[in-house]
């Protein structure tokens, strides 16, 4: 479900890409920092990007220098500590448990197997993190009940399902002010975009397993790639208006580029089935 | 009131044609059209506001205090004809539409399944709560059966065509048009590049 929000390479400026790899490179250190050894292993494109939206609006931001998790030999530049990169990692690890025990419902005893120890090595750090956003836990906790009632009714509507797991992205934000509306209306449409093109990504699957597939449901077996591409070019729409309203800061052209190039590109990949490769890559490596 | 350059983003010593730049481009990405409907408009239509009063500040100080200028700015109008210009003959659907733009949804939304007779406004005004509420699925399915069921109407029509142009509307200077203009080699070689190029 996770890994669909990176931005565009070749588009982005160098000073966009540190600052894209210090933000990823700094929630890493957060996260172990707040939640021990286990919870970087978590960390993925998303939550850097809800680390990007979360942040106060800059100027300019403070480089550091810190060791690298997954290669202590090596120090990389980091951003430096604050309170909306801790709120972006207490809901990072957060959502990487629900989805851990997602996985764990929807697969049998044995598929379930690797999730179940996963989230037993996540476990404390999600209790932690729980009591630090208890709002944001109990909002998605709610979200998912809602999204697997839906699911096992095997709702026809495709906006219902994608309004609840959008809702549940939607909380991650503050609730007030102008800030909290404009953050609100981002989250909320890239939840329902992330929600409708996983779901496209896992057509097929699905179709062999015979589970629940909101776009089958509401498009018949064959689905309906016209329909679905629009819809879901709808809500990134909505998101760039919101992005506009928005002060990002320093973070405006990165986030410009993962909104306007970097998500229909993912798009179009998932519809021709290109992503299954894609998503297994890292953005930093630069090896042709 | 905050420095009226600020808010264009230029320099004080910028030149007239470098301001004027600055404000068109500030004033295609708040305009009016981009936002209707949306939840956010209210904001727009404040940035827009503001953007107007600063270039109009910079025009009439430049010119001196001049005669010609203050007409030059665009934007003020539009709002009005799209929150007033279209009225209801029914009395509930009027009652809808200020509820909708009060940004009282689920009142709306109650109040409209009241009305027993489906007409083409009852589906657009049902399509308008969807697509405030961000369910653009089912606002497009309302905006096509209103445009069905009364296909002379134009307020319908233009609803439905923006639902139809996707994620088109305002993008900043270097994304425009997205992808679209690219062809299939390039699409492929884009693809590879989201991850940094090609086989890590």
Not at chain 1, 84 to 111: C, H, T
Not at chain 1, 214 to 230: E, I, K, N, S, W
Not at chain 2, 40 to 51: C, F, G
């Amino acid at each position: 479900m996770f890994g669909y929000v990176r931005p565009f390479r070749p588009e982005l400026k160098c000073k966009d890409f540190d600052l894209y790899r210090a933000t990823y490179c700094g929630l890493c250190r957060c996260l172990r920092r707040r939640y021990g050894l286990i919870a970087p292993m978590f960390l993925n494109f998303d939550f850097t990007f809800l680390a990007l939206v979360l942040w106060e609006e800059e100027e300019g931001w403070e480089p550091c220098r810190g060791r690298c998790h997954a290669n202590p030999l090596v120090k990389k530049t980091m951003c430096v500590q604050s309170p909306a990169l801790e709120l972006a990692a207490d809901e990072s690890v957060i959502l990487a448990w629900w989805k851990l025990r997602d996985s764990v419902q929807d697969e049998g005893f044995f598929a379930g197997l690797p999730a179940r120890a996963l989230s037993l090595l996540l476990r404390p750090a999600y209790r932690k993190a729980a009591r630090q956003a208890p709002d944001f836990d109990r909002a998605v906790r709610g979200c998912l009940v809602e999204l697997s009632a839906l699911e096992r009714e095997n709702c026809p509507s495709l906006d219902r399902p994608a309004d609840t797991f959008a809702r549940l992205l939607q909380s991650a934000a503050p609730a007030e002010g102008t800030r909290g509306r404009v953050l609100g209306q981002l989250l909320y449409h890239l939840g329902r975009w992330i929600y409708l093109a996983d779901a496209r990504d896992d057509l097929e699957e699905d179709r062999q397993a015979g589970r629940y597939n909101p776009v089958t449901a509401r498009y018949g077996p064959q689905g309906d790639d016209g329909a679905l591409a629009l819809t879901m070019d709808q809500s990134l729409g909505r998101m760039g208006e919101a992005l506009q309203l928005g002060d990002f800061g320093c973070r405006s052209a990165l986030l410009e580029n993962m909104i306007y190039l970097g998500l229909p590109l993912v798009q179009r990949a998932v519809f021709d089935g290109s992503w299954a490769q894609i998503k297994k890559q890292k953005i930093w490596r630069n090896d042709t | 009131m905050r420095d009226p350059y600020s808010v264009l983003g230029v320099s004080p010593s910028a030149s007239d044609e470098e301001v004027k730049k600055a404000y068109r481009e500030l004033a295609r990405k708040y305009h009016p059209d981009n936002y209707q409907n949306n939840p956010l408009a209210d904001l727009a239509e404040e940035k827009m506001k503001e953007i107007n009063e600063a270039y109009d500040t910079i025009t009439k100080q430049r010119s001196g205090g001049g005669g010609y200028q203050s007409s030059q700015s665009y934007g003020g109008s539009y709002q009005s004809s799209y929150q007033g210009g279209y009225s209801s003959s029914n009395q509930t659907y009027a009652q809808v539409r200020s509820m909708i733009n009060a940004g009282d949804l689920a009142g709306a939304e109650r109040l409209l399944f009241q009305v027993n007779q489906r007409d083409g406004e009852w589906y657009f005004l049902s399509g308008s709560i969807a697509y405030r509420k961000g369910w653009m699925d089912e606002a497009m399915q309302n905006y096509s059966r209103a445009v069905q069921l009364e296909p002379n109407n134009m307020e319908y029509r233009q609803a439905l065509a923006i639902m139809q142009r996707g994620a088109g509307g305002y993008r900043p200077a270097g994304y425009g048009g997205g992808m679209d203009a690219m062809d299939c080699c390039t699409t492929m070689l884009c693809l590879n590049c989201l991850c940094g190029g090609g086989h890590c």
